[in-house]
């Protein structure tokens, strides 16, 4: 008997054991009620990262706290916790919690939505092909709508997001364009369809350039050139070009065109900035615009015709910039043999001239050298002011020193106070021994 009551005294004693310690497991164990109280708590955030990474915690509660860092736009301790799972407890997390993250999707605060984005974001990332391309396929859905109010919500803004799509974001940048009605939500699409940088994209996007600028001839709208200016196909540029050239079509949307034409320039349009530039009857806008856009297609096609107008005095400078920016330290011998120095200079013509010799090197320097012996003085001046950019310290010791003492006046070059060659030569001597030296090429670029 006394050994039944000892034996019934044991069970008990076992069953309060078990009861106590289930009881103080449940304590201690982490549920979504505990999420959501540290939520609301100092460090709780924290906590919460830190059950999210343990496996020990059950999967549901885990989704649960993945949800909640997410919705508290705690995206770096987010990171870090996954950081610290195994590679297939971390997928098996993503896989468990996509549909709960799909959700946030559907709730009207677009902070909450921004949230779901930046998180799939970050997923693009894991080496999972099954996991990025789910991701994916949900971020392109998300932008496909109400893209004006998405573009730059949560951290990361749509340029950052749909650039890492590259090709796949194709459709969803033509859908957007399509829906925006306003021209800076159509700017930015073009802005991102520019930095993708990809045919694929640009084609998509200028089918639909292509259809609104039929439907448009001749009344276009100032917005789409707007928009034009930074991603287009061929198609678009040759249709842009036929515009600029009907005169039929009104003036003013005619040069902004044509302005459109100078962003992205293309030698599709050379003929047509090349037919506009050499009629001197032409209206001088078109012409500035067409050299200007010769210039920066910078193709050697021009120098046939360019060299001719360098003693045109309205285009001058213009064609000067072309023909340096296209031929380099090749150019300069036919600006200055073709620029007329006998006519009046003034204080812009050598500011031109210095703005446009900056942009050589120093294998410019003995062309300029040569024109130090120029009869005219204008020729001489802007020998010298080249030179102040792209000739050495022996040039200038062997060369420039010998002028000090010419007492020739650069006229116009102080404006109405006059200013001898001698003063231009030492100022220019003392700018290139302030300089200081060029490092010498790496091998790479010597080659």
């Known amino acids: 008997m006394h050994e039944r009551r000892l034996f019934m005294c044991s069970r008990m004693m076992l069953a309060a054991i078990a009861v106590l310690f289930a009881w103080i497991v449940s304590g201690c164990a982490v549920t979504q009620d505990k999420i959501d109280t540290w939520a609301d708590s100092v460090g709780g955030e924290a906590r919460i990262a830190e059950a999210v990474a343990d496996p020990g915690v059950d999967m549901p509660v885990r989704v649960y706290g993945m949800i909640k860092l997410i919705k508290i736009e705690q995206f770096d301790l987010l990171v870090s916790s ?201 209206d001088m806008d078109f012409r500035a615009y067409s050299v200007d856009l010769i210039k920066k297609i910078g193709d050697r096609e021009a120098l046939k015709y360019l060299p001719a107008f360098l003693k045109e005095e309205a285009v001058k400078w213009a064609t000067s910039g072309a023909i340096l920016k296209i031929d380099g330290a090749n150019g300069v011998d036919t600006v200055l043999k073709g620029i007329n120095p006998k006519v009046k200079f003034v204080r812009d013509d050598y500011d031109i001239a210095r703005r446009q010799f900056k942009e050589l090197g120093p294998d410019a320097a003995p062309v300029f050298e040569k024109y130090l012996k120029a009869k005219h003085v204008p020729l001489v001046a802007m020998a010298l002011i080249g030179l102040q950019y792209t000739g050495d310290k022996a040039l200038a010791e062997k060369s420039i020193k010998p002028l000090f003492e010419d007492k020739r006046d650069v006229k116009g070059y102080m404006y109405d106070k006059p200013y001898a060659l001698g003063q231009l030569a030492k100022a220019v001597y003392g700018a290139i021994q302030k300089r200081p030296p060029q490092k010498p090429a790496k091998a790479e670029e010597r080659k």
């Not at 930015?188 to 996007?205: F, G, H, L, Q, T």
Request: proline share 3%; charged share 25%.
């Open 82 to 282: 996954m950081k610290k799972m195994e590679q297939a407890q971390r997928l098996l997390l993503i896989k468990n919690s996509a549909s709960d993250i799909g959700k946030l999707f559907q709730v009207p605060d677009i902070k909450v939505q921004a949230a779901a984005k930046d998180t799939l974001f970050l997923f693009l990332s894991m080496e999972n092909k099954a996991v990025q391309d789910s991701s994916k396929a949900m971020l392109l859905n998300w932008y496909k709508t109400n893209f004006k109010d998405k573009y730059g919500a949560g951290r990361y803004s749509a340029s950052n997001v749909l650039k890492e799509m590259g090709d796949d974001a194709a459709d969803t940048l033509a859908q957007a364009m399509k829906d925006s009605k306003d021209t800076q939500t159509r700017v930015k699409i073009a802005k991102i369809v520019e930095s993708i940088a990809s045919p694929k994209v640009v084609e998509k996007v200028s089918d639909l350039f292509v259809t609104w600028l039929n439907e448009q001839t001749p009344n276009l709208d100032p917005g789409l050139l707007q928009v034009l200016c930074f991603a287009r196909d061929d198609r678009v540029t040759q249709m842009l070009n036929h515009y600029v050239v009907n005169k039929d079509n009104p003036y003013k949307l005619r040069l902004e065109a044509m302005n459109t034409l100078t962003f992205h320039p293309s030698k599709l349009s050379l003929p047509m900035a090349i037919k506009l530039f050499i009629d001197k009857r032409g």
